[in-house]
Structure formats: C-alpha cells, structure tokens
C-alpha cells in the first residue's frame, strides 16, 4: 500500500531526532517526579531567559486543549467568560472543553481570524448587568486558526485595552513558533510576555512528541495552578519527558529553526499556487496556507496528496488547507507542486 | 554533588530503553492523529488479544489521575457515587480530582488496603434515599496503595456482589503488571476483564514514559468516551506516542518482565528486612513493601537513600515505604541490604 | 413619590389573590416535606389530567433559569450541547447557567424568534467528530423571547426531525399560558406534551409568586431527577408552597384566564400603535409586543411609563418591549394609549 | 383518616400567619424583579441593623442546600476544600451538592454534632502539598445537626484560628434562630458577625415559607456573589416573596419568639423524658432532642406520633430524633407526655 504524502497538520510525524536523542540521553537518570526534575528546571530557565523575566511562572502539560481548558478555569470565576473570535479553537475544535469547565465563550466576528478592539468593545457594551455572563479574558491565537499573525501594533492595542477594562489578555501560542518566525512578524516573546498575562509556546506541533510550556509573567496570578494541575489530571509522573523536550528545543535554537523550515516549505508552496493563478481566503504567511481551488483540481490533488478540504466558495471552487511543518520535506513538496502545475490549466500558467 | 539511590517511587526513571527504540523506529513515519495511527492500532490488538476480547473498546491516556477521572465522570450520573477505601489514591493523592469532576467519594475501611463486600452492603444501607448521593460504582486497585493485591476469589466476590446491586466494578491498574506477576497471585489479565466493567494497564509505572491503556471490555459502557477524552484534554494529538509505548510493552511481554523483575527486588529487600527481625505494616507482596522500622535507623538510612516515612507507630518505630521499579538494580538492593544488615542492632542479626 | 406604571415584565407584582387564599386555607395543614405532601400531590394529578398522560412524571421547582439548567445537565451527557436560537434565554439572559452546568449551546439564527428543521439540519452537518461537541437537544421557548408562539405544524416538524435524528426536544413554558392562550395559537397542552420529550410550565410569570411545573411525558427520561434537583439546591423543604400554587392556578382555569387577559391587554395596546400607524419588530400575538417607535415618543412616554428599550433600528426610531401580565389593569392601559394618542403627530392620527 | 401527630421536623406547616398577611398585604404593588424591590431593601436594612455591620452583603436564597452550595463554590478556587464534621448536613444529607459543586469536604470526627480546633489543626498538618486538597474554609452549623450549640469562647476559638491560618469561617444558620435562644446560648447575631466571613439566617425552619438570608459581614467577599446567584438559578424574579418574608420576621422580633417558642415546646419533651429516666445521646438545648428509648416504647409511640428512629445504641433501644417548631402546639406536647408517661414502665415513674 501506498501512502499518500500528507499537508494534513503539523502533528503527522514524531519528534524531531535531536528531541528523542536528549529524551535517551537523560532517560536513566533518577529525577524527582511531577516536574520537581532538574531537566525540567533547566527548561524552565531557558524560557525565563527568552522573555527575559526571571521571575516568571512556567508549567509544562501535554497539549493544547488541555493548556486552554486549564488557563480558562483557573483565571475566572464561575460566572466569568471569555472572549474570543468565532473561528477560536476553544469555540470550534475543542469539543466544548471550556464550558465543560464551566464558562461561557463570548463570540466576536473575525477578520482575517483576528480579534481587534472595536469587536472587544462591542461585546463589553452589551454585557452590563448579571442576567449575563461577566466578560474578563480576551483570548487570541498567534499563529491564529487561519494562519494569519498579529502585528505589534495589533496585540500592543488589545493588550492595552484589556489592562484598563480589567481583561486578562491569554495567548494560544500552540503554533507560536511559526507565528514568531512568519514574514511579517515583528514581535518576539519578550513582546509576547509583555502584552499577555498568560501564554503558552506549543512544541506539540513544533517538533516536540508532545508539550505546551503555560508562561505567566507575573507569577502571582499562577498561585495554586500547581493543585489546578494535578486535579484536572495533566501533571505528569514523569514530568521530565515534557522538560526535555523543551531543553532540546530552546537550548540551540531549534525551535525556531524548525518553525522557519516549516513557513518556507509553505511559503513554496503559496508560491506555486499565486504562479498558476489561485487566490488565498486568508494571507498566506506561516505554515498553513488557505489557497482557492476548483473542485476537480481538489479532487485530482486529493489521489496522491493528504489535505483538508475547508468550505465552498461558490459551485465550482473551495478553500483547502495545506499544512507544513518541522518534517516536511523539500521533495514533497517539490512534487506537489509539479503536480500542481501540470493539473492547472492553460492559461493559468501562462500568467506565472 | 552525590545522588542517593531511590527508592521513593517506581517513576524516578524514563523509559525502558527498547519503549524508546520503537519511538525512534517509528519516528518519522506520517501517520493519523489522535489515536487513529496505526502503531496504536496495533497496540489496541495486543491488548484485545491478551484478554480475549476482540470487541472491547481501548483508550491510551496520559496517566493514572487522568483515567481515574475520566472513567468516573464517564459513567456517572452527577447524583451518583463511587464507593473506595478510606486508603484509595482517588480519595488521599489526587487533589480532589473526582469532587473536581462532580462526583462524592463514598468511604469505607480498608483492610490492607483491599475492600470487601461486607463493606459495600453496609454503605449502601445507609444510602436509602434522594438527600444522600446514590452509589453505583466501585472502586478497587490491584495493586493496592498499601502494596498488596485481591486473591481471585476476593474480586471475583466483589464482581458479583456488584452485578447483583446494579455496581459497575472500576479496577485502578496503575500498578496492574506488579500485581499480576506477585506472589501468590491467581488473577489473569482476562480474569480482571472478566470481573470488572472498566480497568486500565498502567505503564506509566512499568517501563513507559508515559500511558494507561482505559478497557471497556463491554464496548456498549464506552460509547461516546472519546468525545469526553478530547472534551478534557486528554487526547493527545500524536497519539502514536502512547500507542508505540504499549506495542513496545507488549508484543513480547517485556510488561511482565519488567514487573516482575521490580517485585523480585522488592522480595530481595523484604527478605533483609525479615532476616534482621523487623515487621511489616501490610504483607509485602509487590513491588511496594512496608516495614516497621526505628526511627534512628530510618534516619541513616536515610542518609545515603531516599524513601518516604509512612507514618509512625508508637514513640519508637515508624512504618516506611521503599519502591522498587523495572529499574532498580540488584547493585542498588544489595548495598542498602548491606547498610541495612550493618546498622541493626546485634540481638536482631543473632535471629538469622 | 409618584410612581410610573410599569410595562417592564410580567413579574412586577405578587400572585394572584386566590393562589395568596390557597395558601392560607393550607397553611396550618401538617404536610411530609419536599414535595411529597397532598397539595403537591393534587396538583400534579391536575397536570396529568390536562395532557392526558396519567404515567407522566412532574417536578415543580422555583423559577425559570433553574429549570432550564437542571433539565438540560440531567439529560444530557457532558460532552452532548443544546441547540437554540441566538435570541434564546438560556443563551442571552441566565449568566451562562448552562456553560457552568458545562454544556455548549450551539447557535443557530433565529427568524421571528422561532428555529425551524433546516437550521437544526444545517448545525448537524456541520458537527460531525469528536472534536467538536455533539448535539443531542433541541431547544424551543413557547411563547418565544420575541413574543411569537409556534405554529402546530411548526412544532410537529420540529418533533419529528428529532425523533428521526436522535435528538431530544425540551420546551421552556416560561410564558406556556400565554402562548396557549394567544391569538392564533392552534396548539393545546396534550399537543406539547406528545411533541416534547419534556416542557415546564411557567406560574412565575402567569398569577403565582414563584414556580415552574417541568413534565417528562415519559417518566423513564426523570429517573434519577429528584437526586439531581436536591443536589443542585432545587428542592424546597415546603414544597407545598409550589404545588399549592399550581393547585390554585390549575383547578378551576385561573391560570388561562390570567394568561388570556394578559394577551387581551396587549392587543389592547398593538391595536392603538397600529391605529398610531406604528409598526412591529416581530409579529404582536401574545403579551409581549415590540412596537418601533421614534426615540422622542419613547422619551416622553417613558416619563410615565416603565418599559425597555430593546434596540435601535436607524437613527431616529428604536423597538420598544412593552409587556402586559394577568395584573394589568384596563385602566393602565387606557391611560397609556390615551397618552400614546395625544403624543403622536398628526400625520399619524389621521390615519385611523 | 386520622394524621398522627409530627415531630418529624420543623417543616411540616406552612408559615406564621403573620408572614402570610405581609405577603398579603404588599402583594399589589408592582415592585423591581431579582431582589430589586423596595421590600427586600427594607429587610437587608433590619439584618444589618441587627448585626451593627451597615456595609454588610445580604443576599435572600431559597433553601439552605442552595445556600451551602452557593456560598461554598462562591469563595473557593476549584482545588480548595472546605473541612466539616462527618455529622455535617453538608456531608450527610445534600445529595453530594458541594462535590458536585467541584468540593471536596474534609472531614473530621464530631464531638456532640461540634467542630473544634484540634481536629482543624490536625487536618491540616497532613494536607501539605499539591497531591492533596487546600483546605481553605471551615463549616460550622449553628445549631449543629445533632441540636447542639457552640458556646462563644468555642466559636471565638475556632475563629481565630481560621484567621491565624487562612481559613474563611462559614457558619450554617438553617436554625440560627433556635441556636440564639437556646438554653445557655451567649452569643448574638452581632456575635456571628465579628466570627464568621459568612454566615445565613434560616427563615424555612422558623416561620417562613421558605428563604435564607446570606451574609457577608465584609462586602468584599461578596464581590460577583449577584452574578453566582443568577447563574446557578437562585435569584428568584419575585424576589419579594424572600424580602417579604424577612421582613415580617425581623421586624418586631417574631423570629426570635418562633425559635423561643420552638424551644421551649422541646425543653417540655425533655424533661418529661428525664422524669421518666430517659438519658439522651446529645445534650437537649434547642427545638431538636434525641433521647434514647426502648424498641417497644418507640414502636407504641409512633403508632400516635411522627419522629425519627435515628440509630440503635444497642439491642434494646434507639436513639430518636424529636423536633418541635413554631407551630408545635403545648396541646401537641402535653398529649404527647402523657402517651409517654402512660407507657413507660413503672420503675421509671418511681424515679420522679
């Protein structure tokens, strides 16, 4: 059987190798359990360094719903909500995580798979007495849903409104790599941990087997997550599979090596399909891209080549999403790309 | 700076080394996410094929917290009980994980750590009406956290008592491979699927990094468990890690193995502590053994090893906790033998 | 201090003068507790009388958001989400009271307040994983939040699109008098209970002080419901209190007289914005109306009278939600229509 | 059919007439919904009069189930416990409300229904770290379960402690009433206040319809409490039927001569059981007493009378649980006496 190559997700391979050779390096070590470990303490001042605060609260768990369930419920009160855009993970993909934890999600249009301030304020206005729910979290991700980034000036703006309405500002950083390393960022994780009152950088999709690293700058409003942690069932016995691997990723700059590998494997690819003509529904510039495509080329496409399929544009065309990551490689890509442009029509190539 | 050697738990070390040289082989294939990959599939069969159940429904999580309260909540109405002994690790080490998730603890006396029919028939008595909560599942760990184990007549009493009165029968297996290849022990993986409505493998503590394999051996009980795992955030999105982990464990016994060499070293340590004269708490049976010690030479002991003070006993003595791992080596066993044999007092080394 | 009569809500006063006698006439009447005395007894008989349905299980409980939320967390399980309209109650108005019993309510577009089977069929397409949550509920509000009432046919459609698709459908009768009883209503309460699988009935709103009768035509579907009630604080030690109000209400037809006269009124008052040449935000057929009028009317009508705003339509004119109850008097109402007259232009008054 | 009479509990009657003219009599005006009404507001102002606190919170609620749940989720983190005696009505007789609230309850053995500081000490010294609970509260009831009251210098005990170790004090107050004129009570509402962070006043068992009064002596605590309530169904639209009530009570100090008077008829049963040599399981001091009675005696009364069979203290006899309320007739009593004297036997008449 013949598999088909995939540009379904970011998470279709393991680790990368460097992850699994310090994995095995420190494996017969004896460490203290639930991430007391010194693996992990190293892990932890690696990130301190990064944001340049060594004062700062950090706590490794193993995915991304499990790190935004967590946040969530331990920053608001019962009666507390979230806002967010209406293509949030939280909102679509994560099976009702966050009211399952109790709290209602606040839903705004995105543009672009951004949140901005006027939405913000617009939610804030209709919300003023307590037959509804008290809004008290913004949260945005950063790569968004639909591979777009934040601009400085955007997350700076929200950060701002938030402190003087009294919003916590959460950043889902599950692709934060590729969000960090995308053409056209201008923000750095020190940015981040100014702007944000809790973050998370994903190594889940970023080479790591698993891991989210939760980052509260001011390590007052972590107080009692570490009970949070264990109760809610994510602290690790062997907590230092999940420091490892971090250590293996921010010690030499891995992760962000990987997360550029992964932009420019899709950056070839946007290019292919601007050359024979395609539109995009969000601007391509990490390593999901949303090209326009028509149904047959989808289907044609969809006999060697792994992707979803994302929603119909009118009768003849759909958006598709097309993912990259640590793993993928030149020659994949390489070849979709010749397949590409041997299925586009005539005067589609003639404009490249 | 000079390590003691522990034996405060059986998670101080990684992984088996040949878990992480199936992780390494299987490393860069592409694969499906959230536990459709193959590798889990395989692992799924192993485990089907051990209790001969090629219907029952299997589920890898991240650890024993973690199964506890999502096979909990699973089953449970939000009215409705779990009935456990007063030493059950839901009830004493798990932050409240089942409160947490709406649910009392109903609690009766253990007797070395085990629960018995007596017990259920007197609580539900007591539970007549619709002011207290209406008990319907029981909790049992095999191992025990007092280290012993339930002979086959004793689960086999408990499993009927509970299909009589309308009790779903919950078997905590973090430890489930030292209890199988204990001493004295006359249970079966296919006996404990027999028996119980719901168990889990735990490798966790037996040679993985990380993992519980969650059995519904009536797939019927489980429907609609992976909704629920994705809900709490424990479904991880390179399921293959968790499925690598067992297939490593299993496909040749390397499980039993591991187990047993862990209970072999523990009789080796019960052995000393037996030869020099000193009791135990609860019979040592596993790979957790408690003896009764004096607090002088708990405290030299102490010196060069790690190991938990359990509680004391009267002025003079306490009972301590020493775990022994797939890891622990015989190197290890015998030097604390030979502190252990050198700091008794002489009237104990004359009873040899 | 003179104050303004109030068109705010159908809660602004007290019950019912007889539902008061009732309760004095029991009041020294030695009674068994939580629910099971006579009175509560005897009502219930009534209820089950009047839908034909002698098995049928009845629960009276305080008010309306507890209603909703102790129906929908007993039936559904957690990862199961209600659907509603964006206009519903249990979405706009109740704190996120089901998000905290920890279930998502999924949204579709109301039309006139009302949902329809091809805005369910349309959500249930789009959900269709375990990563995101499944639907299981339906639910309607009769009358609606916007004052409309379902046609028969529409809730016989409805009814049999989620007997067909595995779905329950739950009726909040908050306004359930009044909505029997409305102009156009060709539905009856033996109908309600054939198409729900179950509906409550509103006194809060309808003549009592406080009280809400939930049914469940099929008693399977409320085993378990009175440990569920007790455990969220639903179960009132005297709950004489309520059934002696349904009591009142029910035995003679007090309790669709009341809701009658409050329709009546309404139409009182449409009629006069019609004669007014005014038009309606949503069709006026119950005793909620929603007249559009111009920001000066509302202005000077609001120095006498209480009543909201609900939202702008363009710059000059604004709905306005004007609400009659079984207390409203004709005196009122003349009084307002005589003024609502005299502050209409001309243009207008012409056109009677 | 004759009724027996029932000293089953102190909710078997409606309410003291008084309550029911009040309701009567204000029933007409249209008043603000949610507790907004001018009657609430005038009952708040008694209660904080009453504890010389006039920037205290006061909050009207249904039942006291509810207010346990309400208060307790209200000031705890997810992860926080609150500690209470095993005779504890939260414990025993909720339905398992306050875990399914998210809480566990850390129990400690009772001492005539009492709590005390050693055994809070205690608890606490063995809940050090994050595999276990935080205790953070301390639950008292005043009168406990078993008709026991706290003496000052105990309460002031307990509350002092909490404040030395973090602990928020929360005091169940369903029969506050009869705790504050018990026989030996030397502690008054203003009292409560200074000792407690929160505490509520029990309208249901003494004279009303049903309604408790929650107070937070410091109004920060109850920051967000309006939305809790909202959220979780308590907040009834005719929040005058709960103000009304209280004001009817406090007014001219009903509600301390309802509790008096309930005392008194038990003080009465008392010692009619002590001329006739009958000793009791816990100290008789307010309107709950529980004798210890022969099988035979109590089978002969309660052909005649109502009351509890609480437990067995041997072969022979039982203690029984008997409650006199505000509407407890002396005629009632004094029946009862006599059946008792007629049928205990005669060596026990002699020892008058």
């Not at 969530?72 to 806002?83: A, D, G």
Request: glycine residues 6%; contains cysteine.
């Amino acid at each position: 059987m013949q598999y088909k190559i995939s540009f379904k997700n970011d998470y279709s391979e393991g680790a990368h190798p460097y992850v699994l050779e310090v994995l095995s390096q420190t494996n017969q070590q004896q460490q203290a359990g639930y991430g007391h470990d010194q693996i992990s303490q190293h892990a932890r001042s690696l990130i301190r360094s990064a944001i340049q605060r060594e004062e700062s609260s950090v706590f490794f768990v193993a995915g991304g719903t499990q790190a935004n369930l967590l946040v969530i419920s331990h920053l608001l009160r019962s009666y507390q909500s979230v806002i967010a855009v209406d293509s949030a993970h939280i909102h679509v993909h994560e099976t009702g995580a966050i009211e399952s934890a109790g709290h209602k999600i606040n839903l705004v249009r995105h543009v672009d798979g951004k949140l901005n301030v006027t939405a913000i304020q617009e939610l804030l206005n209709s919300h003023q007495d307590n037959h509804m729910v008290m809004p008290k979290m913004v949260y945005v991700s950063h790569c968004t849903e639909l591979g777009t980034i934040y601009r400085k000036s955007e997350l700076r703006d929200i950060s701002q409104f938030c402190r003087s309405n009294g919003l916590l500002l959460f950043l889902d950083g599950a692709r934060l790599g590729c969000a960090l390393t995308a053409d056209g960022n201008d923000l750095s994780l020190s940015d981040i941990a100014d702007y944000c009152d809790v973050f998370y950088i994903g190594a889940t999709k970023n080479g790591g087997l698993l891991g989210e690293a939760i980052v509260f700058p001011d390590p007052d409003l972590s107080t009692g997550f570490d009970f949070h942690l264990k109760q809610k069932g994510a602290l690790l016995a062997k907590g230092r599979l999940l420091g490892a691997q971090f250590y293996a990723l921010l010690e030499t700059g891995l992760f962000f090596d990987l997360a550029r590998h992964a932009n420019g494997m899709a950056a070839r690819l946007s290019q292919a399909f601007r050359d024979c003509g395609y539109a995009f529904a969000f601007p391509p510039v990490s390593n999901q891209i949303f090209p326009i495509l028509p149904f047959d080329l989808i289907e044609r496409l969809q006999e060697k080549y792994d992707f979803y399929r994302w929603q119909s544009v009118d009768d003849n065309r759909a958006v598709v999403r097309l993912v990259c990551s640590w793993a993928t490689t030149k020659e994949s890509v390489d070849r979709f790309i010749d397949d590409l442009t041997h299925q586009t029509p005539h005067r589609n190539i003639d404009s490249i």
